[in-house]
């Protein structure tokens, strides 16, 4: 168990719908890492949050955005959902920048 | 740019076989760090090594050991006498100064067969 939870653990929804991911990362860790895996292919890098702030932008849609709360819990709202957006969404933490990440378990989205 | 490059998209050994994982990386920063992640069948990551660019020793670890060359800017990973519970995708990661953002390879999914 690596501390990190996300909710829900899967989520099937419709196209043009949208969904909020959620991720409470582990006790202590200011740093706040959201990627995509769709199938069969490696972890693209969404965005990343340290302290509150938002601090590092990957390949993320306009129609995707993300926040971290004060408590540092961080949530990624996905909109106008389409087909491909069906993947595995991970949420990952750190104790700083440049540090190890330990990953949650993943939100498994399908858009049908 | 930053980019890693995980050349071996996959490779089948059998039990108790050696076997290396390459990676190779760009970076225009002298400070950066390296990383290691496994994800097994079951699909979380899990984090197995942090190697920063100053810090060129080999490091080993049980069955598993690190060969980092900056000169060919290569970070491998070998296991040694394999399991199947080694059967596994393993991802190599570069993160460049200030940390912000951290680069995956594709991965390379090793089959360990019995």
């Not at chain 1, 899967?10 to 706040?32: E, F, N």
Request: charged share 20%; net charge negative.
């Amino acid at each position: 168990d690596s501390g990190v939870t996300q909710t829900p653990k899967h989520l099937i929804t419709a196209t043009g719908q949208r969904v909020t991911l959620r991720c409470s990362p582990r006790s202590g860790d200011l740093s706040v890492y959201w990627y995509q895996q769709s199938l069969d292919q490696g972890l693209q890098f969404l965005i990343q949050y340290y302290n509150g702030e938002e601090r590092a932008k990957g390949n993320i849609l306009e129609r995707f955005s993300a926040q971290q709360f004060p408590d540092l819990h961080s949530e990624l709202n996905l909109s106008s959902l389409e087909l491909g957006d069906s993947a595995l969404y991970f949420c990952a933490s750190s104790a700083g920048l440049a540090r190890e990440q330990f990953f949650g378990p993943g939100t498994r989205l399908t858009v049908l | 740019a930053q980019k890693v490059t995980q050349a071996q998209t996959e490779i089948s050994v059998v039990e108790k076989e050696d076997v290396t994982l390459d990676c190779v990386y760009e970076t225009r920063d002298t400070t950066y760090y390296l990383f290691w992640y496994k994800q097994p069948p079951s699909g979380e990551l899990v984090f197995l090594i942090r190697r920063n660019s100053f810090d060129e020793q080999n490091e080993i670890s049980g069955r598993y050991s690190w060969n980092f060359q900056k000169s060919t800017s290569s970070f491998n990973f070998t296991i040694t006498a394999s399991q199947v519970v080694d059967s596994a995708v393993y991802f190599c990661a570069l993160s460049e100064t200030g940390g912000f953002k951290t680069i995956f390879g594709a991965g390379t999914r090793l089959f360990v067969k019995a």
